[in-house]
T-cell receptor, first 118, second 117 residues
Framework: DTEVTQTPKHLVMGMTNKKSLKCEQH?????MYWYKQKAKKPPELMFV???????INESVPSRFSPECPNSSLLNLHLHALQPEDSALYLC?????????????????FGSGTQLSVL | AQKVTQAQTEISVVEKEDVTLDCVYE???????LFWYKQPPSGELVFLIR??????QNEISGRYSWNFQKSTSSFNFTITASQVVDSAVYFC??????????????FGTGTRLQVTL
């Protein structure tokens, strides 16, 4: 079983709706990630939080708003999305140990939220 | 810029056959990390292996083995005696060493493996 839990598993929303995706881990990891994956494509990095601070934003449109309320939780707030934003949204975490150097860590992924924007 | 190429889009094999998934990478860094992840139909990516650029030792884990060749910038993955449960999409990924505490992966396009009875 995955140790990164994502809710909901499926979400259908209209372009004027506001919704949130939730991700939770209890492994004591201090780095958390949002990835977007379109069908038959590799995951694309969106955001990275390190010690609850946003450390990477891959030029993601402002209609996606991440939030890391504490070290175990990661949210992705969605507003005014477009149909092309329909995708699988994956959350991941890694230990985030200082001094290890970016690149070394293995990521633990959740099962994702399958989002459909109508 | 980093790049990972998985030329095989889809592979179909019959159970018990051996299969090799190819991965070729490009990077200007001397220190980097290579990964393989498995994505079953359930969606989550599962970590399989990590290799750093200074460790060219091949590795075997049960039916899985990996061949890292720096001279050809390849990091190939072999499944011996494949099983239906191996059916999944397999991603090769490359990560740079840098500062900070998080990882930034460049994924290949993935290889879909279908194992049939």
């Amino acid at each position: 079983d995955t140790e990164v839990t994502q809710t909901p598993k499926h979400l259908v929303m209209g372009m004027t709706n506001k919704k949130s995706l939730k991700c939770e881990q209890h492994m004591g990891h201090r780095a958390m990630y949002w990835y977007k994956q379109k069908a038959k494509k590799p995951p694309e990095l969106m955001f990275v939080y390190s010690y609850e601070k946003l450390s990477i934003n891959e030029s993601v449109p402002s209609r996606f708003s991440p939030e890391c309320p504490n070290s175990s939780l990661l949210n992705l707030h969605l507003h005014a999305l477009q149909p092309e934003d329909s995708a699988l949204y994956l959350c991941a975490s890694s230990q985030g140990r200082p001094g290890q150097g970016r690149g070394y860590e293995k990521l633990f992924f959740g099962s994702g939220t399958q989002l459909s924007v109508l | 810029a980093q790049k990972v190429t998985q030329a095989q889009t889809e592979i179909s094999v019959v159970e018990k056959e051996d299969v090799t998934l190819d991965c070729v990478y490009e990077t200007r860094d001397t220190t980097y990390y290579l990964f393989w992840y498995k994505q079953p139909p359930s969606g989550e990516l599962v970590f399989l292996i990590r290799r750093n650029s200074f460790d060219e030792q091949n590795e075997i884990s049960g039916r899985y083995s990996w061949n890292f060749q720096k001279s050809t910038s390849s990091f190939n993955f072999t499944i011996t005696a494949s099983q239906v449960v191996d059916s999944a999409v397999y991603f090769c990924a490359l990560s740079e060493r840098g500062t900070g505490t998080a990882s930034k992966l460049t994924f290949g396009t993935g290889t879909r493996l279908q194992v049939t009875l």
